[in-house]
């Protein structure tokens, strides 16, 4: 239902019925749609545009808000999100080492180097925390500040030596997280990733849930906690990597959703996941509609909207953890 | 009720040697306590009786299955581990708490059946906290937060408990009241105790380390002797029976006490 009234949302004039039935021509069920083809313009529009720039604000959003969820629990730090972990630096800065430098000889897109980027990121910060060891809240959060700080330095040598003004400001819009791009391809190769990651990630509800007193009290009630640890943080950068490779920096989501979800479904993991998974997308896809048509013909970089709704809420819960 | 026999244990960390050559054997739904200074190997040991760290030499048997034949969570339908002071950033009811004791008995996928909810409400019973299950964890006691993860440790309906300094940051009643309660479930117990009235009280049997080392073994009777504890901890005691209830009692004197003698 959000999928098809997000996809509504816009410049030009389309009914729900169109939006249904361009969908249903498209994936070849021509029999049950409710009305006839629409001109190649608007089906255009709506198939090529709209329809997978929703899908995949939604598969974004359900990454980043898994994502969270579990660092917060493997880490068993509140604050943890994949952005603020630095994950999107490191994304960048692989997207602008295959744009401007050239590494990979052409044979890299933005969005690979940018996917490489955030595993090398992801891998940097789960070293300097122990692989989630380090359980102090604060040093987590510094760790990731450092490791962000890093690689936007890194960003910035690149783009200024070799940069010039077009694309330092095209890259200036990725860098804020932004879902304009998306094309069908690498939707499917995104949302697959996505796809598998998230279910494998459900798998391990039982252990997210035994770790909230720690890796000692997880193993004594039965988890394998080193495999789980291995696995869990390999499926996380894989969806994070993703997520980010595909829309820059979108923030805040995986801080604000899982908490969001928490007060209301509770902590069992089991329940967590899915939940979260869903409203995640489904904010993401509202968000994202609200920032192409708000100010439309201009439209906002999504991620300055996650950012505006997200620091209050950061606010809130380092509030309740400080307390 | 369960065995936990230990023969020959030792671990070191980069040449240390914390544990060495450990022997010993709780049983019979008896308590058992651990007693010894800080850094005298007591935190460690449970860690290998609990499969948490490998020794470098030794076995360990649960009735007369070596713990390397345990998978963890098998282990874990028999064994339970309480912690001295864990603490969770998440908001979870006492009964939460409680079901997590559920873990190695779940399906991945499979939610509480009616059997897991009954054993629940029974852990919660016997410890007392049935009251407060729906309480957030947050915002118990400390005595509370003791008796729910004992709890939690029943719910997985273990033959063998091993405690780490259960009643540390407790207040007296509530060291008692947890100790107390130990002693009415009829699982075989090892505890690790600092205070060694309680643990001369309420234990059955006591194991003294020293240096990584099993200094002493036996009743507390037999055990603690103003000898072996000016050993051990490095202060002089009195050792009588309270005239009134009879209970074993150690008195402590203050170095300057003795200083003066």
């Given amino acids: 239902m959000t999928i098809v009234a997000a996809t509504l949302f816009g410049t030009a004039n389309i009914g729900p019925l169109d939006v249904i039935s361009t969908i249903l021509h498209h994936v070849g069920l021509d029999a049950i749609a409710p009305t006839e083809p629409l001109p190649k313009l608007l089906d255009a529009l709506i198939w090529e545009s709209r329809?997978?720039?929703?899908?995949?604000?939604?598969?974004?959003?359900?990454?980043?808000?898994?994502?969270?969820?579990?660092?917060?629990?493997?880490?068993?730090?509140?604050?943890?999100?994949?952005?603020?972990?630095?994950?999107?630096?490191?994304?960048?800065?692989?997207?602008?080492?295959?744009?401007?430098?050239?590494?990979?000889?052409?044979?890299?897109?933005?969005?690979?180097?940018?996917?490489?980027?955030?595993?090398?990121?992801?891998?940097?910060?789960?070293?300097?925390?122990?692989?989630?060891?380090?359980?102090?809240?604060?040093?987590?959060?510094?760790?990731?500040?450092?490791?962000?700080?890093?690689?936007?330095?890194?960003?910035?040598?690149?783009?200024?030596?070799?940069?010039?003004?077009?694309?330092?400001?095209?890259?200036?819009?990725?860098?804020?997280?932004?879902?304009?791009?998306?094309?069908?391809?690498?939707?499917?190769?995104?949302?697959?990733?996505?796809?598998?990651?998230?279910?494998?990630?459900?798998?391990?509800?039982?252990?997210?849930?035994?770790?909230?007193?720690?890796?000692?009290?997880?193993?004594?009630?039965?988890?394998?906690?080193?495999?789980?640890?291995?696995?869990?943080?390999?499926?996380?950068?894989?969806?994070?990597?993703?997520?980010?490779?595909?829309?820059?920096?979108?923030?805040?989501?995986?801080?604000?959703?899982?908490?969001?979800?928490?007060?209301?479904?509770?902590?069992?993991?089991?329940?967590?996941?899915?939940?979260?998974?869903?409203?995640?997308?489904?904010?993401?896809?509202?968000?994202?509609?609200?920032?192409?048509?708000?100010?439309?013909?201009?439209?906002?970089?999504?991620?300055?909207?996650?950012?505006?709704?997200?620091?209050?809420?950061?606010?809130?819960v380092l509030r309740r953890v400080g307390s | 009720m369960g065995r936990i026999t230990a023969t020959g244990l030792s671990w070191s960390v980069k040449r240390n040697r914390l544990l060495d050559n450990i022997d010993l054997e709780a049983h019979d739904g008896k308590i058992v306590g651990l007693l010894g200074p800080n850094g005298s190997g007591k935190t460690t040991l449970l860690r290998l009786l609990a499969g948490l760290r490998r020794p470098d030499a030794g076995a360990v048997h649960y009735d007369d299955t070596p713990l390397r034949d345990f998978t963890r969570r098998v282990l874990a339908r028999r064994l339970a581990v309480v912690e001295q002071d864990v603490s969770s950033h998440d908001n979870l009811t006492v009964r939460q708490v409680v079901e997590l004791g559920r873990t190695p008995f779940r399906g991945r996928f499979d939610p509480l059946t009616d059997t897991d909810e009954q054993i629940v409400d029974a852990a919660l019973a016997r410890t007392n906290i049935a009251d407060k299950q729906h309480r957030s964890w947050h915002t118990l006691s400390g005595g509370e937060k003791q008796r729910a993860q004992l709890a939690r440790a029943l719910a997985q309906q273990p033959r063998e408990i091993l405690l780490d300094e259960p009643t540390n940051h407790l207040d007296i009643r509530h060291q008692l009241e947890f100790l107390e309660l130990l002693g009415t479930l009829g699982i075989t117990c090892l505890i690790a105790l600092h205070d060694l009235n309680l643990a001369a009280r309420y234990c059955d049997h006591l194991v003294i380390l020293d240096h990584g080392q099993v200094i002493a073994a036996g009743s507390p009777e037999t055990v603690l002797t103003p000898e072996l504890i000016n050993t051990v901890y490095g202060v002089d005691v009195l050792i009588d029976h309270e005239p009134t209830t009879g209970i074993l009692r150690v008195t402590y004197l203050a170095p300057a006490y003795v200083a003066v003698d």
């Fill in chain 1, 51 to 316: 329809f997978p720039r929703v899908l995949l604000a939604g598969a974004v959003g359900i990454a980043l808000t898994v994502s969270g969820t579990v660092l917060q629990s493997v880490t068993r730090n509140p604050l943890a999100d994949p952005y603020l972990l630095g994950v999107s630096s490191g994304a960048s800065t692989g997207a602008v080492a295959v744009l401007l430098l050239g590494i990979g000889g052409g044979s890299l897109s933005l969005s690979s180097g940018a996917f490489i980027g955030a595993l090398v990121s992801f891998g940097v910060l789960l070293a300097l925390i122990g692989g989630g060891r380090v359980s102090n809240p604060a040093r987590v959060v510094l760790t990731g500040v450092l490791v962000s700080q890093f690689f936007a330095a890194i960003t910035s040598v690149i783009l200024m030596v070799n940069g010039d003004a077009n694309s330092t400001r095209g890259f200036t819009y990725w860098l804020l997280g932004s879902l304009a791009g998306a094309r069908w391809e690498p939707l499917i190769l995104t949302g697959s990733l996505i796809l598998i990651g998230v279910v494998a990630i459900q798998f391990f509800a039982p252990a997210l849930d035994a770790f909230t007193f720690g890796w000692d009290s997880a193993a004594a009630l039965g988890i394998n906690v080193t495999a789980a640890r291995v696995w869990l943080m390999i499926l996380t950068a894989v969806i994070t990597a993703a997520a980010v490779a595909a829309s820059g920096a979108i923030g805040f989501i995986g801080l604000l959703v899982p908490h969001a979800v928490r007060i209301l479904a509770g902590p069992a993991h089991r329940v967590l996941l899915p939940l979260s998974a869903l409203v995640g997308a489904i904010f993401l896809i509202w968000v994202d509609t609200f920032a192409r048509t708000a100010f439309a013909p201009n439209e906002l970089p999504v991620g300055v909207i996650t950012a505006l709704l997200g620091a209050p809420a950061f606010a809130l």
